[in-house]
């Protein structure tokens, strides 16, 4: 298949008649572009506000006001990129403008609105805050294509300094095609100074990184791990996200002995899709809890076409076609492909009758 910009294309088509070779654009390349863009610039708006707002006094009050701010001024900066490049598309934002309504909405909401004037390329009136962030109320479902938004993934990690990720990602009838994660606060290679990452992949063209304000792009590959005693495994910092004492039965049986390592965040795919870390454990905290399509989306096209696997607890495909949350579904196994079977085995083994 040919390449162009390290991206395999659909086909190459030859005009007979002038014998031009004139190169297609790749499957979904307009959509890859407009997200990457809206992707830089919600990450922008997030550093912004961290820098701004984040203090130590925020820290100790454990004050969430800037995280809200930051949340809901990235959806409106991505939500409204998407509308004006594909208005037809439907979003499923985390957020909605409820809380920025009305009286008690205003303070918030004139903070909101300030901010994306601030940092975003063109003007936006409160009235279009409102109804870019409300773009993103759709229900989801198994046809058509929709758009699936976090605005800040990793609350928590964005309060501390430490990881999360704005995470847009494209799914067409059910499945996921394109996922974009920026990362502000990832190492550019493990170890080094530089911060600051962006990942993405399109079904069937590779997984990518670069950083995230900008220069080339360069594949990434899971690892090709195939000894489960040498694997290295990621988290979830909250122990209410995931179950850490499942993890560490797990990682005993499968002879893991290096200790997790844990961060906030969709940069958990990453870290495996670049052969940081070998395995995402996910698991249940809670029978009730419905993984959000928005938490799994762009980490899950990346890992996959890094080479990894992912699935739930029971090794099934997540399956982004039934709305909002991924209903058919319990917590999530991301690995390098060599031992997904392994860890599933493991999974299936310690978590028994609470796995099926
Ligand atoms: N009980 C739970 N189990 C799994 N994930 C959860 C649970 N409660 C909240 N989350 C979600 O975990 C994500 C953060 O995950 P991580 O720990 O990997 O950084 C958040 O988007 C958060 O959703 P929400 O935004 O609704 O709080
Ligand atoms: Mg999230
Ligand atoms: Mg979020
Ligand atoms: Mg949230």
């Not at 279009?128 to 409300?134: G, K």
């Not at 046809?143 to 993934?153: A, K, N, Y």
């Not at 990832?186 to 399109?202: D, N, R, Y």
């Not at 950083?211 to 209410?240: H, M, N």
């Amino acid at each position: 298949m040919a390449r162009y910009a390290g991206r395999k294309l659909a086909s190459e088509q030859v005009n007979q008649s002038t014998r031009r070779i004139s190169i297609p654009l790749a499957y979904l390349a307009n959509e890859r572009q407009v997200a990457i863009q809206a992707v830089e610039q919600a990450s922008k708006l997030c550093q912004a506000v961290f820098n701004r707002l984040v203090t130590s006094e925020t820290l100790t009050k454990k004050d969430k006001s800037p995280v809200t701010i930051a949340d809901f001024g990235a959806q409106a900066v991505v939500n409204a990129i998407l509308a004006e490049h594909f208005p037809a598309d439907p979003i499923v934002g985390e957020e909605d403008s409820k809380d920025l309504q009305g009286d008690a909405g205003k303070e918030m909401r004139n903070k909101v609105v300030d901010l994306v004037n601030s940092v975003g390329d063109r003007p936006m009136s409160e009235a279009e805050v409102l109804q870019a962030i409300d773009r993103g109320q759709y229900a989801g479902g198994a046809t058509g294509r929709h758009w699936t938004l976090d605005p800040i993934d990793g609350t928590k990690g964005f309060l501390r300094g430490e990881q999360y990720a704005v995470c847009l990602a494209l799914i067409v009838d059910g499945q996921v095609r394109l996922g974009v994660l920026g990362c502000p606060n990832l190492e550019q290679k493990q170890g080094s100074e530089s911060k600051g990452v962006l990942m993405v992949a399109v079904d069937g063209q590779g997984a990518f990184q670069r950083a995230l304000d900008g220069g080339a792009e360069t594949p990434i590959r899971a690892s090709s791990v195939s000894d489960t005693t040498q694997a290295a495994f990621c988290e979830s910092v909250e122990s209410g996200h995931t179950s850490h004492g499942d993890s560490e039965r797990i990682s005993a049986l499968l002879g893991i002995t290096k200790a997790p390592v844990r961060m906030d965040s969709q940069c958990k795919y990453a870290a495996v899709a670049r052969g940081n870390a070998d395995v995402y454990l996910r698991l249940p905290t809670r029978a009730d809890y419905e993984e959000k399509i928005w938490d799994h989306a762009a980490g899950n096209v990346i890992v996959r076409e890094a080479g990894g696997r992912v699935g739930d607890i029971t090794g099934k495909p997540l399956d982004f076609s039934h709305g909002r949350t991924l209903a058919q579904n319990r917590g999530v196994v991301a690995t390098s492909a060599g031992i997904f079977d392994q860890v599933v085995g493991a999974v299936q083994n310690v978590l028994g009758s609470k796995a099926v």
